[in-house]
T-cell receptor, first 113, second 111 residues
Framework: AQSVTQPDIHITVSEGASLELRCNYSYGATPYLFWYVQSPGQGLQLLLKYFSGDTLVQGIKGFEAEFKRSQSSFNLRKPSVHWSDAAEYFCAVGAKGYSTLTFGKGTMLLVSP | DGGITQSPKYLFRKEGQNVTLSCEQNLNHDAMYWYRQDPGQGLRLIYYSQIVNDFQKGDIAEGYSVSREKKESFPLTVTSAQKNPTAFYLC??????????FGSGTRLTVV
């Protein structure tokens, strides 16, 4: 069975500072990996996804993530955080041939002025 | 614009009552999903459907039921057998594996 761990429940970053949100997965084969963002009381929005190929993937809103097979990680990064990035971020893993995802428990990002 | 519509946004259920949450999409996606979200627990899969008239149980299907009579619609019924139904319910659809489009959710509260 696949699983996702997001080690940080909350992270606070100053506006303009860089951001890295951690995600570790457990899956026997090559996973499909995703990052989603959720604003309070809303649904989730897809930020980026990795299926294969280049291990550094670019997403919307200036986010990027790097797949590191040796570390079973798919960390999300942004060089300069804006106050509007404050939200909850979810990492998810899927498998080839299956449409369902397993989500992590989320990391809440707080942005300080 | 295409998207997913969930209704109602807020729903209150009395003990022993069945309630149905609506999910409609106009994206022409084949696959649809229901997830339950509890604080600090992430999203857990209740049911999913990859084609009309077919659906599969997810990880926490007990106390829930679904139907998929039309491609556009995937309603979720929370039955009286679900002992702890208070949660935020999210519907999603997809055409590519894992690339979900989510609705804005229904918050269900037991009163």
């Amino acid at each position: 069975a696949q699983s996702v761990t997001q080690p940080d429940i909350h992270i606070t970053v100053s506006e303009g500072a860089s951001l890295e949100l951690r995600c570790n997965y457990s899956y026997g084969a090559t996973p499909y990996l995703f990052w989603y963002v959720q604003s309070p009381g809303q649904g989730l929005q897809l930020l980026l996804k990795y299926f294969s190929g280049d291990t550094l993937v670019q997403g919307i809103k200036g986010f990027e993530a790097e797949f590191k097979r040796s570390q079973s990680s798919f960390n999300l990064r942004k060089p300069s955080v804006h106050w509007s990035d404050a939200a909850e971020y979810f990492c998810a893993v899927g498998a080839k041939g299956y449409s369902t995802l397993t989500f992590g428990k989320g990391t809440m990002l707080l942005v300080s002025p | 614009d295409g998207g997913i519509t969930q209704s109602p946004k807020y729903l209150f259920r009395k003990e022993g009552q069945n309630v149905t949450l609506s999910c409609e999409q106009n994206l022409n996606h084949d696959a649809m999903y229901w997830y339950r979200q509890d604080p600090g627990q992430g999203l857990r899969l209740i049911y999913y459907s990859q084609i009309v008239n077919d659906f599969q149980k997810g990880d926490i299907a007990e106390g829930y039921s679904v139907s998929r009579e039309k491609k556009e619609s995937f309603p979720l019924t929370v039955t009286s057998a679900q002992k702890n139904p208070t949660a935020f319910y999210l519907c999603a659809s997809s055409i590519d594996p894992g690339s979900y489009t989510f609705g804005s959710g229904t918050r269900l509260t037991v009163v």
